[in-house]
Each structure stands twice: as structure tokens, then as C-alpha cells.
């Protein structure tokens, strides 16, 4: 599915990666494992679109993804810190996506709120997202992302936030739903036991 | 690595700040530099000699200082009681702090008249007295050191303080060993700018002042508009902006050195359940009342009052015509302001030198701007264009300043998530940096307007006579004699005041769907 063919990235002068070679088939989780600052998040970011590497390319479905929007990639980047909409309620973050894909805000609002009852935060839809705990925060970015049926899931240290009882369900939770939508996806982290558990195949960054 | 989402390269950076950049340079730095020439010219030892003038300068100087000294000693006190004790009504007192911000100074100067001037209603006349001016200076700069005091107490994390006690410090040696060193960056830049507001102010010397005591920024007005002496206005106004510019040096210097505030634990507020706790409330309340409120009391009380005919008197060609100028030519200032704010904010993220720009016009003298604007551009005194730029010069650092401080805060997160739901980068900028960046424009919003409906100085030096706006119409009745056109121009100046009061709810009127930590 996704082919990612010599990459190469300096950041401040000082080489993160060169000749960076990954594939990740259909339904694949791979995770990423490397300590802070070795360029995981970055890479996202190329994949995501919303960064440029230096050189390099990245395939999907075969096809080239240079010059191709962030917006057109349909591929889903969940942030470190839920990077939720503050002035939007839950279902104005759920329905985000929907919206940008011309579905009529009626509709868009009935699908959210099924989302929403699919990640167990049924009748949350008014509620603030500050007011809410970093596991529902968690669930919501999730509800976001998956709601917009994403080609790929682009998954940045998600749970670093939460403490580590949650993260053992949430990152559990996560792989399941993954795994029954079969969308392949891409977890960066530094925690290798995370990695051991949640994906299929674990590549090391260093 | 290029994050093409969220920041605008170099490139186009540099090609957004290019308007302001531009604007700047014309509308300020190119005046003030032909107006250090004319001074340079002017410059003659006799000139500084003359007893008269040396006496402007010392007082300019004096005024200044002695505000500094007496807001600081009833600051820092006022600046405790609200910053450590919980009552009802504490955050309400700490926003209305703001409102003397957007309070024009002839406002508060017919405000002190009102209260202190001749047949004031305090009965206690200090007309032709250096109190006067002071007093107003007072009503100004106090809320200033004031608010900069509370922000510097709220920042001393509690553990340093409740750990002083625990080392056997009484509250009292606490505060003078721990909070006070804690609070003096706050304080020194805060008195810094008092110090540069008092010196170079116009509007509050202009009127409250008289012969007297009028300060040297009068003085340059008066040789120019009265006494055509451009060469010693000149060489008093390049002595100004020396004694202005190492003022605005200090400060950025203290500003430089004050680092951003951690996100600290502040001390639990105390309840006011002592009899020496609630004279201490009872007795900041009444200093603040009296300073900062007075003022604004007594032209409302005195306004009501007036004769039904004086009203009649407000209601001609003259009144309708200063009304319509002074929306006109804000509305019209608000509009270049509002253009060059977002750019120079969005020019200025990451550039230290955009961020010291936007600063520029809050310290430079509009008298010496409009007097330099002059002289460098005679042949457009009194057109529009000119005036209307000197407006937005003056207010649209209000924007830049608001606008990229709230840039600063988005996280850069926000939109990327947008980018990657499938939001264009218009649509994620509509839909998720604007409702982000609105608050901010909208209070900046209302700070400009605030600054250009009651703009004073550089209508006198650039408007023409039929540009009549509300200031300058005041003005005219205050130079008029009769009780009649006193009336009139406290009633003008209620009108103002209602303006300031428009642009102080717009400033603080909550936002409906904003986190509450914002």
C-alpha cells in the first residue's frame, strides 16, 4: 500500500535519516521505535503531507505523493496532544471532516454521533472538549479520524498523554477498531513494549 | 525541514512585512529623522540657557518622575489586596482596570476639571497648580502599574512564598524579602512606561497643565501652531525624543531581560475575615474609587445637570459634522490599520526586529510624529490621506500586537489536524486559525478604535478647520469663554466617553466557545 523509497531528511544541518526504505501492506500496524528527537514525528509529517523531506519519495497505492496536498491524501495524522478544535464542541470535532467532504451537516451530525456511541462516548456530542479526560479526548480524536474512512492511519505517540492503565486499553481498543476497518497504519513511539503489543511488524528508528 | 502548513516561508514572510515595514519608515522613522534635522539645525546652547524653557524641560522631566514615584507607592500596595484577597467583584475590578486605556485624555482631562477646576464640584479649586496634571496622570498610569504589579504576583509560584514562611519569615518580612523582588521586573518595566507616557503626553499637559504648567510636548505645540518658531520647536522636540528614546531603550531592555511566566501554582487567595483584612479592602477600594473613577463620575454627574438649552447647543451643523468626521476617519484608519496589522503580524512570528516594529509608534510622541510629518510633507498638510495614515499609525500596533500574541499561542497542531481531515488551507485557516485568532483581533480591534475616535494631538497638528471632529470640537468650546460652552463640552465629552465604553465592552466581551484557559 504505502512504499516509502530512499528518504532522506536533515534537520538543522544534522542528518535525521538518509536512504530510508518502509513498506506497509494492506491492513498492516507497523510501529516505529526510536528515542525522541531521531525524526519519527517528521517522517509522519512527510507522509502526512505537511512536511517536505529532502529527498526521496513516497508511493501509495502506487501512485507518487509529492504535490499532493495534505487535504487529498485522505490519510489520518492523530497528534501527541489530541490537537483537538478548542472552539468547537465534540460533535463540531467529529463532524470536521465530514464537512470538509461536502456532507450535508445534517447528515454529517447523525454519522458523528454514531461515531461517538461506536467509541463509547454516546451523548457527549455538546460537551467541551477541555472539559473532558485525556482517555475521552483520546476517543474523540479517534472518532475524527475514523469517521473520514482514511486510506491510512498516522498515529504520533497517541498515547504519551495518558497514564499507563489507559494506555494498555486505549492502545488495545485502537488496534481492534484497525484492525476491523483494515486500514493499514503507521505508529511512531519510544515505548518498545508498546510497539511489541500493538503492531504487526516493528522497525527501529536510531 | 519545511513545515509548509504552518508558517509562511522566508520569503514570502519578508514580502508581507514589506507594507508595514513601508509604512513605518514614511509614516514615522522618515518624519522623525527631518525633524532631528530641523532640531539639529535649531540646536543653539542659548536656546537650552533660557530660564523659560529650562524651566519646561525640568518640569516635563519632573512630572514625569514624581508620577512614577507615587504610582509605585500606591500601586504596589492597591496591587496586593487584589492580588492576594478573594471578594466579590475581584476579577470584574481587575478588567475595569483597562477601561482608563481606552479613555480619551480630554475625557479625563474635563473629567479633573470637572472635579478640581474652577467651580469643580469638590469645591476645592487646583487650578494653576501642578496637581492638576498630576492628578490625571495618576488617573492614567495608576491601572497601569497596577495590573503589570498583580501579574507579577500572580506569577511567584506559592512554594517560594510558603516556603519563606517556613523558614521563619513573618508575612510581612515575606513580602519584602520574596514578593517584592519577585514583583520588581514587572514594576521597572511598568514604571517605564509611565515615565514615557507622562513625558511625552499632550492631550492631559495640554488642558490640565495651563500656562504654567505646561510640559515641553505643549511647548513644541505652541511654537509651531501659535509662534511659527519651527527652529526652536525643532531643537525642544529633538531634546524630547532623546529623553523619550533612552525611556523606550530602558524598557525594551527590561522587557528583554523578563522571561515568559511558567505555568506556576499561585497562592490560594485569602478570605477577608479580619477587621485589619477589610480596612485594607475597604481602603484600596476608596484610593482606586478616587483615582480612577472620580474622575469619570464627576463629568457624568456634571453632565446631567446641564441646562436644556446647552443640549439645544449640541444639537447644530457643527456637532453632526465633528460626529461624522470622527466615524469617517476612524472607520476609515481602522480599516489601513486593520490591513497592516494582520501583516505585520504575520510578518513579525519568529522576527525579532517585526516584534520591535510593531512597538515603535506606542513610544514615539504624536506631537513630534504630526510636527515631522509636517515638515517633511508640506505640501500634503491637511489631506486626508495623510491624516487618516497618521491615524492608523498610531492604532494599528494595537492589532499587530494582539494578533500575533494570539499566532504565537495557536498550536501549530490545529491546523495540520484540519489539513489532514481534509480542509484546504484556506478552509482550515477559516475554519480553525480565525476562530482561534478572532478574540484577539477583535480586542485589538477595539484598543485601535478606542485610539482613533479619541485622538487629539495629531488632529490639531494635521486636520482643517472643516474636519471638525469630537475632540477638536471640544476643544474649541473648552477655548470659548461662557459657562454655556463648558456644558457643551462636557456633554461632547460624555459622548466620547460612551465611544470608550462601546470599545471597552468589545475588548472584554467573552467569546462564547473559547477554552477558558485562553
Redesign the interface.
Known sequence: MLQIVDLG???AGRPLFSRFNLCVEAGEIVALLGPSGCGKS?LL?II???????AGEVFFAGEPLTGL???A?????M?Q?F?L?????VLGNVM??L???RVPRREAAVRAELMLADVGLAGFGPR???DLSGGEQQRVALA??LI?APRLM?LDEPFSALDALLRTGLGDEFRRRLKVANIPAILVTHDPAEAARLADRVVSLS | MTIAVVSPGAYSRRALALLPLGFLFLLALLPLGRLLLEGWDGVRLELFADDYLQGRLLWSLAQAAITCVLTAVIGVPLAWVLARLAFPGRALLLRLMLLPFVMPTLVAGLGVLTLFGPRGISGLNLQDTPWLLLYGNLFYNLPLVVRASVDGLLALPASRLLAARSLGASPWRAFWRIELPALMPWLSSSLCLVFLYCFSGFGLALLLGGQQWATIEVEIYTLVAYELNLADAGALALAAMLVSATAALFYAALEARMAVPAKTEPLALLKVNTLRRRVLLASALLVLLSITGAPLLALLARAATVEAQTWRLLLNEDTALALFNTLRFSLMALLLASLLGVLHALAARRSTLMRAAAFLPFVVSPVCVAFGLLLLYPGWTASLLLLVSAYALLAYPFIAKSLAAALDALPPNLPAAARTLGATPWRSFWRVSWPWLRPAFRRGLAFAAATTVGEFAVTLFLSRPEWLTLTTLIYQHLGRPGQANLDAALLLSVLLMLFALLAFAAIEWPEKNHAPDR
Open positions: 531528511l536533515s534537520y517528521s509529517k502526512a503531507g505537511l512536511a517536505s523531506a529532502d496536498a495534505p487535504e491524501r485522505r490519510f489520518a495524522l497528534f496532544d490537537a478544535f478548542p472552539h468547537l464542541d470536521f471532516g464537512i470538509e467532504q467541551r472538549v477541555w475524527r479520524a473520514t498516522l
